[in-house]
């Protein structure tokens, strides 16, 4: 990972913070709007984790946890995990995601899962790299209508 780069638990954004998580939003989705107020409720909600990874004070990359109690167990997702074209292939990636798994376990959530899709190998191959695993499964998604 480069020098001056950390890993943290963003409590709030300030509007460069802001600026910074929308231009990463921007590289995670074409489809994908930014809402400061939504991501404002989700720093605040219990269960909901924005992770960032800042550079000389920058946020260069982020990542979410999700946790959730079930009948079978704490679980937890990982989503949006993202990092500046500039600044990948540096280990920010890895970093975002050794803090998350390392807070999965002081948390002690019976599993943390990962979906990506299969054309995106390289990022595969850190998620394995960092001890996820691949699971025969399918993953089926509903889509509400809007109206």
Known sequence: ?????????AQALDDDDARRVD???RQL?????FDRERVAAMITSPGV???????????VGMATL????LVT??????????????????????SLLESITAEATRRRL?????TSRPSRTS???LYEAVGFERRDTNVLRYTPTRG
């Open 1 to 9: 990972m480069a020098t001056n780069t950390y890993v943290t638990i």
């Open 23 to 25: 231009m990463l939003l």
């Open 29 to 33: 989705s074409s489809s994908a709007m």
């Open 49 to 59: 984790d924005l992770f960032v990874a800042r550079e000389s004070g920058r946020i």
């Open 66 to 69: 999700v946790t959730f109690p």
């Open 73 to 94: 167990g704490w679980r937890g997702l990982v989503e949006d995990v993202v990092v500046d074209r500039h600044m990948r292939g540096r280990g920010v990636a890895r």
């Open 110 to 114: 019976r599993t943390l899962d990962l």
């Open 123 to 125: 990022a595969l191959r």
